[in-house]
């Protein structure tokens, strides 16, 4: 496939199957149509610093104060007093076992989340993923040659997985279980109860636990977040975090895997991700320093979701205007940056779910993600974040009855 007759560079195809819609045909348009002078409202992607959200001062300061001793390469693991700190924030979590040299520093949970599936996962092995999802996660299991085998999240029930028929898909090729906990996009927080169902089918059937806790101090309504790595300690877990969304530095491209449980049972696989991790030489250095202050300092995010703290305040926004517009059913988001309505089929006839977001924004400037970007399987949903100020989500969620209105009369 690497050459083709017609001159063409194409592309591999390894990435035949690879997806990732959250940032396709749908930001391409929106893109066009600001160059075209058009004002976009951009309800699309979970960055918090262009809505405002500023990363404390503390962090920023250290940052900036290490900067001339960040010029060279790290250690490719990361830089001792970043792991230290990781290391010693899931202890003060009731997590044991995580050591220094339990964590590798990434940039961003992304690198991460790739660099993982790539060292752990053969052709043809199988990763259990929830549905919906948050997209790398399926496509980087693509990508290294797995399947992502979903498992269905119960709207009805909060969104909480259908632990039966999870365990229904475990097949002699699963390797791993996902969950994403604070989940994008449906903004579930699970309880103990579904963790330990979780943790029981990993251990029964000697899977690989990874568990993506990126929005873990994003909560709402008194939620509380349970690590799951501190549930057992006879099942390999891999923990993933970082500071994109509670400290505010997605820019930074900063965040971790913590490897705890039987670590002797997984040592192969940690011999792979410490080769993945020295063929890229490291993270980015001066994002790395921001992580000890980050974690050690008081929790400015705590501010922003009290009652009458931003972020509370728009996400009960957003909630209480989108359950008004007819046909929209919604689950309430306990934790993360983002709301997922349903649209009843028997009120809105969507036959391509992108299709309808496209024409969404064409008449409203207003872009949203598509259901079917997160691998749900269906065409009745839409995620929006709820970064955006009040007013632009009362802006927003006012353009979108106006177009869901005349949808309805089509
Ligand atoms: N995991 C989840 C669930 C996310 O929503 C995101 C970003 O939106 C990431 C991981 C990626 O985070 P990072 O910026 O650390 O790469």
Redo the contacts with the bound molecule.
């Keep these: 496939m690497a050459k083709s007759r017609s001159g063409q560079v194409k592309q591999s195809s390894k990435l035949l199957n690879v997806r990732y819609d959250v940032r396709g045909p749908i930001l391409e348009e929106a893109q066009r149509m600001e160059a075209a002078g058009h004002r976009i409202m951009r309800l699309n ?3 918090p610093a262009p809505f405002g959200f500023e990363a404390p001062d503390a962090i920023l300061k250290d940052m900036v104060s290490h900067l001339p001793h960040a010029q060279g390469y790290s250690d490719s693991q990361g830089i001792y007093s970043a792991r230290t700190a990781v290391s010693q924030y899931y202890q003060s979590r009731g997590v044991m076992g995580i050591d220094v040299e339990d964590v590798f520093i ?6 991460m ?1 790739s660099m993982v599936l790539q060292a752990l996962v053969d052709d043809g092995d199988e990763v259990l993923i929830p549905s919906p999802d ?1 997209p ?2 399926t496509g980087a299991t693509t990508l290294s040659g797995g399947r992502a085998v979903h498992y269905r999240c119960v709207e009805e029930e909060g969104w909480a997985p259908d632990l039966e028929e999870l365990e229904s898909k475990v097949t002699d090729r699963t390797k791993a279980i996902v969950i ?1 906990n604070p ?2 996009p449906t903004g579930a927080v699970y309880s103990r109860q579904v963790l330990s169902g979780i943790v029981e089918i990993a251990r029964k059937h000697n899977l690989v636990l990874m568990s ?1 806790e ?2 873990e101090k994003i909560l709402y309504d008194g939620a509380r977040h349970i690590n799951v790595a501190g549930l057992s300690d006879d099942v390999v877990t891999l923990t ?1 975090s ?4 509670a400290y505010r530095v ?1 820019g930074f ?3 971790w895997v913590a490897i705890s449980g039987p670590k002797h049972r997984a040592t192969d696989f940690i011999e792979g991700l410490t080769l993945l991790s020295n063929m890229r030489m490291c993270a980015n250095v001066p994002g790395q320093h921001a992580i000890q202050t980050a974690l050690g300092g008081y929790q400015s995010i705590n501010d922003l979701l009290l009652p009458q703290g931003r972020l509370l305040e728009q996400r009960n926004t957003a909630q209480r205007l989108l359950s008004e517009i007819p046909g929209i059913t919604l689950q309430p988001a306990h934790g ?1 940056l983002y709301l997922f309505p349903r649209l009843d089929p028997e009120v809105y006839r969507i036959e391509d779910d992108e299709r309808f977001v496209i024409e969404l924004l064409r008449a409203q400037k207003i872009l949203v993600s598509h259901g079917r970007a997160f691998n749900w399987p269906d065409t009745d949903h839409f995620r929006l974040v709820t970064l955006p100020s009040v007013r632009d989500l009362e802006e927003a969620i006012g353009r979108i009855a106006d177009f869901l209105e005349e949808y309805r009369e089509r």
């Design positions: 992607i979970g960055n990434g940039n961003g949970v992304s690198e989340i948050y790398l996660w994403i989940n994008n993506d990126i929005y993933f970082g500071l994109s969304k997605a491209r900063s965040g993360a």
